[in-house]
């Protein structure tokens, strides 16, 4: 013989999946984190290529700069250490650019935000990239901003300085 649940079983399974839920987002959260700093921590393997286009309609692929250290700079409009940091990467950007170094900013953010941003709030030089294109996970699948990929002049990626790290280093 078959049995229906009763209001108070399913109320009972309602709240169970409803728990199971709230689990899984903090987890999921961690696990991006997780690999985030693996990926941040990579040393000596080869760059993931990109080819997309710059807030300006530009396009930007990193086969163009091989020969260079390219810093990529993953960051977001409103986290206030990422708006604190760009003045300074431009800093260095503008100091050490003819010496084979570049900078790109990405965000995973609405390429008319972006704009609005570097208008209004922070003026930047170098490029900033858009996900208009070809941009593999290990760059634009940040859980923490910001994040730093270094790849250098054999186009291999490198550890960067952490976040809060001098930008000397």
Known sequence: RR??????GKTGLGIAAH???LTFMPLRGLLGRVQQARNVAMQDVTAPPFDTVDIAGGPQRLRDHMGKVVLINAWATWWPPCRQDM??????????KDEGFIV???SIED???QRKFVNEQVSVTYPLLTLNGEMPGLYRD???WPAFFLIDRKGRVQPAPETGEPFQK
Do not use: A, E, I, M
């Not at 049995?3 to 108070?8: A, C, F, H, M, V």
């Not at 003045?87 to 050490?96: A, E």
């Open 87 to 96: 003045p300074l990467l431009d800093q260095l950007y503008q100091r050490r």
């Open 111 to 113: 390429v008319d935000l």
């Open 19 to 21: 728990s199971l839920c």
């Open 142 to 144: 940040v859980q923490r």
């Open 104 to 106: 790109f900013g990405l």
């Open 3 to 8: 049995r229906t649940l009763n209001r108070y």
